[in-house]
């Protein structure tokens, strides 16, 4: 058996293995995105890209709990996390524009 990194889903609050959720990052401004490079550093945040979980996640309390501070979801949070998924396991790094 192969131990996987396991991270838990904001909005599930289920562990998962890493590769299936998608990393959410807040920006200085308080803007939380997808960290598309996985090279942001500091405190971050998983979700499944299902859209019970996206939409529990994704709210701003949850967010501002997961985080620590203020913050909100940009408006297309959802959309971009559903795309980076879509790139499928093992994709390399690329640019998710926001
Ligand atoms: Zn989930």
Do not use: Y
Not at 10 to 37: E, F, H, I, W, Y
Request: with cysteine; hydrophobic share 40%.
């Amino acid at each position: 058996m192969k131990r996987e990194p396991r991270r838990t889903c904001l909005g599930c609050r289920r562990a998962r293995p890493k590769q299936t959720l998608v990393r959410l990052v807040r920006g200085r401004d308080g803007v939380v995105v997808t960290d598309s490079r996985g090279v942001v550093g500091g405190r971050g945040a998983w979700v499944c890209p299902d859209d019970p979980c996206l939409a529990r996640a994704l709210s701003r309390a949850r967010l501002t709990h997961a985080f620590r501070r203020p913050c909100e979801a940009s408006a297309e949070l959802a959309v971009v996390v559903r795309a980076v998924a879509r790139r499928g396991v093992g994709a390399p790094p690329c640019e998710v524009s926001l």
